[in-house]
């Protein structure tokens, strides 16, 4: 009997994940590449691609991109708030590019396009290197929608001296794309492309390779269902430590437990729980 329930129990677990599985596979299908997810699985050890991309949106059509990261980790000053970028290149003059994917207008808020603009600095001057050794930057966004509602491509957002009404030449650029932009232009093509389910709907071949690959070659499928998956546990470890902190706060209010209880029931260490602690307080 017991032999026949731990069967049953297996056949029921096997079931879940098949289930969640053709979940996935479902998922897959209906992926864009303005999906920010499957965006930075095309990007991926692809310079071809991101080169090409870069050309048409910024308009420098000799663009050469040495090195493309997916996913990089931006974080140099202790206690800042750290970033990841979708998808960030070097070209032969050091400059770098920051592509980033912003289906929401909420996350294209343009405190968050300068807070990436900053980053990007903090993270490329070392000690003992001169301010005007600062890399040119380029902060990119694509939106799903139309930004500023103006029927633009690219809405490029520069610094101005108001009183020479002259460049201001630091080095930033700022790029808000539209991705509801069509038309017969290689951009109006390439966000077409960025909006399509389907390789075969797409204008540019480097985008629709890619995109068969991932959606249609079993090896392409199996990494985005495990990236799906790692997608998956990373949500679940960000709630649970959401809710350690919700903890945290809950017996800060109280204001009857010491720190070090605070830990432990928490599960947070000592350290976060002060840094929690001075945010409260803040």
Same mark, same amino acid.
């Given at each position: 009997?017991?032999?026949?329930?731990?069967?049953?129990r297996?056949?029921?677990?096997l079931? %879940?994940?098949?289930?969640?599985?053709?979940?996935?596979?479902?998922?897959?299908?209906?992926?864009?590449?303005?999906?920010? /997810?499957?965006?930075r =699985?095309?990007?991926k050890?692809?310079?071809?691609? %991101?080169?090409?991309?870069?050309?048409?949106?910024?308009?420098?059509?000799?663009?050469?991109?040495?090195?493309?990261?997916t996913?990089?980790?931006?974080?140099?000053l202790?206690? !800042?708030? *750290?970033?990841?970028?979708? !998808?960030?290149?070097?070209?032969?003059?050091?400059?770098?590019?920051?592509?980033?994917?912003?289906?929401?207008?909420?996350?294209?808020?343009? &405190?968050?396009?300068?807070?990436? *603009?900053?980053?990007? /600095?903090?993270?490329?001057? &070392?000690s003992?290197?001169?301010?005007?050794?600062?890399? /040119?930057?380029?902060?990119?966004?694509?939106?799903?929608?139309?930004?500023?509602?103006?029927?633009?491509?690219?809405?490029?957002?520069?610094?101005?001296?108001?009183?020479?009404? @002259?460049?201001?030449? /630091?080095?930033?650029?700022?790029?808000?794309?539209?991705?509801?932009?069509?038309?017969?232009?290689?951009?109006?093509?390439?966000?077409?492309?960025?909006?399509?389910?389907?390789?075969?709907?797409?204008?540019?071949?480097?985008?629709?390779? +890619?995109?068969?690959?991932?959606?249609?070659?079993?090896?392409?499928?199996?990494?985005? =269902? +495990?990236?799906?998956?790692?997608? +998956?546990?990373?949500?679940?470890?960000?709630?649970?430590?959401?809710? @350690?902190?919700?903890?945290?706060?809950?017996?800060?209010? !109280?204001?009857?437990?010491?720190?070090?209880?605070?830990?432990?029931?928490?599960g947070? *260490?000592?350290?976060?729980?002060?840094?929690?602690?001075?945010?409260?307080? !803040?």
């Amino acid at each position: 009997m017991e032999l026949q329930k731990r069967k049953e129990r297996q056949v029921g677990i096997l079931t %879940a994940t098949e289930q969640q599985h053709q979940g996935d596979l479902q998922r897959l299908r209906d992926l864009r590449p303005i999906d920010d /997810d499957f965006m930075r =699985c095309l990007f991926k050890d692809n310079i071809p691609l %991101a080169e090409f991309v870069l050309r048409i949106i910024t308009g420098k059509q000799d663009l050469i991109i040495t090195d493309c990261e997916t996913q990089k980790d931006m974080k140099r000053l202790a206690g !800042a708030r *750290s970033i990841c970028l979708d !998808a960030y290149g070097t070209d032969p003059d050091g400059k770098k590019y920051d592509l980033e994917i912003q289906r929401q207008e909420k996350g294209a808020d343009p &405190h968050r396009a300068r807070y990436h *603009s900053s980053v990007m /600095d903090v993270e490329n001057l &070392h000690s003992g290197q001169e301010f005007k050794e600062l890399p /040119d930057t380029y902060t990119i966004f694509i939106i799903e929608k139309d930004f500023y509602g103006k029927g633009e491509p690219v809405y490029p957002i520069e610094r101005i001296n108001l009183a020479t009404d @002259k460049s201001f030449e /630091d080095g930033e650029h700022i790029l808000y794309v539209n991705g509801e932009y069509r038309g017969e232009s290689d951009f109006g093509k390439l966000m077409h492309d960025f909006n399509c389910t389907q390789a075969s709907d797409m204008n540019f071949e480097l985008m629709a390779d +890619r995109t068969r690959y991932l959606k249609e070659n079993p090896k392409g499928v199996s990494e985005m =269902c +495990r990236i799906m998956e790692d997608m +998956r546990n990373e949500s679940l470890k960000e709630g649970i430590q959401e809710e @350690k902190k919700m903890t945290v706060f809950r017996m800060l209010e !109280a204001g009857k437990y010491l720190l070090e209880e605070i830990a432990n029931i928490s599960g947070l *260490s000592l350290e976060e729980v002060n840094q929690l602690k001075a945010e409260r307080n !803040a």
